[in-house]
């Protein structure tokens, strides 16, 4: 019974590869720098898996920046625009790399990035390769080769890590009409069989090819072309030991397909879908094979002890069909999405000890693994083996604990009546009752929350958390930031006013630490896209709101002014989506136990005289399952969520939400049963296209579309939001137009903030005149 890992953080512990990233795209240290903080990287982590007893260790789940992006450089496919970069000299393979990944703009030279887009249903992100109709593929870059002779010369053999052939192909976009990305396999895969091929002659033995999009909804082509790519590879490369590696959810009608390739090894992610376990194991064309099975018991995506009484029951079923010698052990999908080594969380004021010895990152996870070999292959009795007794007391004391468990919250959510989910009168009511009390002129002039986050306010938080400022200097020095900038609003003549958020670090971080049931992490970076890590809030309790968390500085800002002022709030899909959550119970219930505290803040805003508040929800959409059956059910609880937050109101509190991202078409409907009374939304960058699903909708409530890109500090004319507000009113009432950049602000400075908000009440004032 091999153990093995998918693939290991490479971000570094201390975010070592973020820093010399950083610094080597800002010129202050050079090539050779950086590599040597790779390769140090990656000796470290191949030493750590090797020292935990891992039998099989993967090279080349190093990246630079993204495994997708490697992917697509391994293979050549190298978008036209940046072929002037490409000089054969060997170190432009690096600058070419990260132009790519990031655009480079440079004297006379101004290349665009290859998009991103979220990996599956996580918060990483990959670079989206880009086809052509007439696309060809060579093998343009060494690095599986390189990192495999690496890890050679340290001594350890390792097992190279590839993103699979066909994922590869549709994890892509085509760049041009009238092909499919899948038509290209036949082209790509003799670059895949010379790596392959390669790496054989230098004495990798086995290979694991990552093809998550198994675990996708598939056409009959995109399925077909599984096997002609494995029989191809199987035939020309029949070195090799082949693991196919599926993760993020279970092979369900592909499962025949994916059993029938020719591989050594099927990997299976049983935290995700441990049902598919007892499906494949009564699935003959399988069992009646020589073909190993790896189970994918140890959670790759969460921060939580393994129950090891559970994954030996899932052990002990595989190995009593196929021998133990046909089951391989490993984590659910690669390390990647798991923060990396719980030992350095060493503040205990931070992380208790009791909450901590609940918890497993990825370093502890390997030995997970190396555990559940032990134990499966035990020879005595497992009630004498201490590292299941210790494990198994960590578990009880996860259960029992007074910390998790709180009746009342509990209690509260089994009693939510149904007409908590719903608003007093329908919206067509709501709307003349809101529009008598608020008196707002036709396409009022609003903003999405925060204001520029300066560096002095950062400082200031940063100094109140270090105890350099009390909490009345600290909270004194605040309010000023709010009065300045109600002054500043009320001067340029905005409409709806906001407070600006100058308290928060992060929306959710934010209301993470005023709620009971999260803790924080002082090291548990997870890698977000390229250097960008974020630190996850961990759910591990009933949540509840032991006092108000925004009031204070709504009503504060509400004080300084005749104009309504919008309370400002995260929604319990977003914080649900952006956290490390617990898996002792559905993330539904999680989502409502949140949604609770957020409705209790909404009240009590209410109750202080906001008469407008705005519940973000830009994480709704991420939480998609990836399968299309499973959608309905998501969207319906993700929507009972947001509904419990706000529909606690009169029908004279205006209820806004905000949304930024680009499709909205699928969910259309839900998005609707939100019955928000007004929704903002990302649209500038698709010059209002989006708006078309609205539209087609007939979308019935009040909505802002962004009138302008905040991404950038380019200053847009009157004129274009003027265009842009015409395009709008078009499909959308007047009655029902609202006037809004595409999202919050704090990422711009003040001086553009002020010249764009100028122009933008120019263009809705523009419109009251003509209409
Ligand atoms: N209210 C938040 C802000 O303005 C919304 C951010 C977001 O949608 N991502 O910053
Ligand atoms: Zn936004």
Not at 259 to 266: D, F, K, N, R, S
Request: with cysteine; net charge negative; aromatic share 8%.
């Amino acid at each position: 019974m091999l153990t093995h890992n998918l693939g290991y953080p490479r971000i570094g512990s201390q975010r070592e590869l973020k820093k010399a990233c950083e610094q080597y795209w800002a010129g202050t240290i050079d090539r050779e720098a950086l590599l040597r903080t790779a390769r140090q990287l990656r000796h470290r982590h191949w030493e750590l898996q090797r020292a935990a007893g891992l039998d099989l260790i993967p090279a080349n789940d190093f990246s630079l920046y993204d495994q997708v992006l490697d992917t697509a450089l391994l293979v050549g496919a190298i978008p036209a625009r940046y072929h002037a970069l490409i000089d054969g000299k060997s170190n432009a393979e690096l600058d070419l790399y990260f132009a790519m990944a990031r655009g480079i703009q440079r004297e006379g030279v101004d290349i665009k990035a290859l998009e991103m887009t979220k990996w599956f249903d996580t918060n990483y992100h990959y670079l989206v390769p880009e086809f052509t109709k007439d696309q060809t593929f060579y093998r343009y870059s060494d690095k599986p080769v390189r990192e495999f002779e690496d890890a050679r010369q340290l001594g350890i053999p390792t097992k190279p890590v590839l993103l699979g052939p066909v994922s590869f192909l549709l994890l892509g976009k085509e760049k041009e009409a009238g092909f499919h990305r899948i038509e290209l396999l036949d082209k790509l895969l003799p670059v895949y069989v010379e790596v392959l091929c390669e790496l054989a002659q230098r004495g990798a033995e086995w290979v694991q090819l990552d093809e998550p999009c198994l675990v996708l909804d598939l056409t009959a082509d995109e399925q077909k072309a599984f096997g002609r790519a494995y029989e191809r590879l199987a035939q020309e490369v029949p070195r090799l030991r082949i693991i196919l590696a599926t993760y993020f959810g279970s092979l369900g009608d592909n499962l025949p397909v994916a059993t029938a390739l020719p591989v050594e090894v099927l990997h299976l992610d049983l935290v995700r879908a441990p049902a598919q376990l007892p499906q494949l194991l009564a699935h003959e064309a399988f069992t009646n094979s020589y073909k190993v099975l790896s189970l994918g018991v140890v959670d790759g995506r969460n921060i939580w002890k393994n129950d090891y009484a559970a994954s030996l029951k899932l052990i002990d079923e595989a190995v009593a069909k196929l021998g133990p010698d046909r089951v391989m052990l490993a984590p659910s999908c690669s390390l990647l999405h798991c923060p990396n080594d719980l030992d350095l969380e060493r503040d205990e004021a931070v992380l208790t000890p009791e909450i901590k010895n609940w918890m497993a990152f990825a370093k502890q996870k390997l030995h997970e693994i190396v555990d559940l070999r032990e134990l499966a292959i035990a020879e005595k009795p497992l009630d004498e083996c201490p590292v299941l007794v210790q494990n198994q007391a960590a578990l009880e004391s996860r259960q029992q604990s007074a910390l998790i468990h709180k009746a009342h919250v509990k209690d509260r959510l089994r009693e939510v009546p149904a007409v908590d989910l719903r608003r007093q009168s329908t919206f067509p009511i709501r709307q003349l009752i809101q529009g008598k009390k608020l008196q707002l002129p036709l396409f009022p002039t609003t903003t999405i929350g925060s204001f520029p986050q300066t560096a002095e306010v950062r400082q200031l938080r940063a100094r109140f958390k270090k105890g350099e400022l009390t909490t009345q200097e600290y909270e004194a020095r605040i309010e000023q930031e709010v009065f300045d900038s109600i002054r500043w609003q009320a001067d340029l003549g905005i409409d709806v006013l906001v407070h600006g958020e100058f308290e928060r670090n992060d929306m959710v971080e934010y209301f993470g630490e005023r709620l009971s049931g999260f803790v924080f992490t002082q090291n548990g970076w997870v890698q977000s896209y390229g250097s960008r890590c974020v630190k996850p809030p961990i759910i591990y309790g009933d949540v509840e709101r032991p006092a108000p968390m925004t009031v204070r500085w709504s009503a504060f800002a509400q004080a300084q002014t005749d104009k309504p002022l919008k309370g400002m709030l995260t929604g319990p899909v977003t914080i649900l989506q952006w956290s490390f959550v617990r898996n002792d119970q559905p993330r539904q219930a999680t989502a409502f136990q949140i949604a609770l505290a957020i409705r209790d803040e909404v009240l009590d805003l209410e109750q202080a005289g906001i008469r407008l508040i705005q519940v973000d929800e830009p994480a709704l959409r991420e939480g998609l399952p990836l399968r299309r059956a499973d959608r309905p059910r998501y969207l319906q609880w993700a929507v009972d969520a947001f509904r419990l937050s706000t529909s606690g109101v009169q029908d004279s509190t205006q209820i806004h939400t905000h949304m930024c991202y680009a499709e909205f078409n699928d969910i259309i409907d839900s998005i609707t049963a939100l019955d928000a009374d007004v929704i903002t939304i990302e649209t500038s960058r698709s010059q209002m296209e989006l708006l078309e699903a609205f539209a087609n909708y007939q979308y019935p409530n009040e909505i802002g579309p962004g009138v302008y890109d905040i991404h950038s500090p380019r200053v847009p004319g009157a004129e274009e939001m003027v265009q842009l507000l015409e395009k709008a009113l078009a499909v959308i009432p007047a009655r029902n137009l609202w006037v809004n950049p595409d999202c919050g602000l704090k990422t711009r400075g003040w001086p553009e903030t002020e010249a764009a908000l100028r122009n933008m009440i120019a263009a809705s004032r523009y419109l009251r005149e003509k209409v």
